[in-house]
């Protein structure tokens, strides 16, 4: 059985940082493709960042690249998304997700196979 759990989310002020970690089991993260996405209140989902399979080349969606990392620790089968400098605009529920093909991962969520339950990132003063 496979399953993501997210955890790492919360209140955090405009301009600081949280670290989201998705654990795995059931897979082995570094055969699939992991992405994160996010989804605020009234807007559809989107892709926030991905590590693509085998070489882990990653891919960010233009709204956070420079402030968002992705990472992962294939010892502890869990993927982070270092998250620095958030904006009001960041607050939504984030998601982990597994692609079983993930070669190079994608930030459409249509190709992903797998979803954890998702946590809770606000960012407010």
């Known amino acids: 059985q496979v399953q993501l759990v997210e955890s790492g989310g919360g209140l955090v002020q405009p301009g600081g940082s949280l670290r989201l970690s998705c654990a795995v089991s059931?897979?082995?993260?570094?055969?699939?493709?992991i992405g994160w996405f996010r989804q605020a209140p009234g807007k559809e989902r989107e892709g926030v960042s991905c590590i693509s399979a085998s070489d882990g080349s990653t891919h960010y969606a233009d709204s956070v690249k420079g402030r968002f990392t992705i990472s992962r620790d294939n010892a502890k089968n869990t993927v982070y998304l270092q998250m620095n400098g958030l904006k009001p605009e960041d607050t939504a529920v984030y998601y982990c997700a597994a692609d079983w093909w993930g070669v190079p991962a994608t930030l459409s969520d249509v190709d992903y196979d797998y979803w954890g339950q998702g946590t809770q990132v606000t960012v407010s003063s």
């Open positions: 059931g897979i082995t993260v570094d055969d699939y493709g």
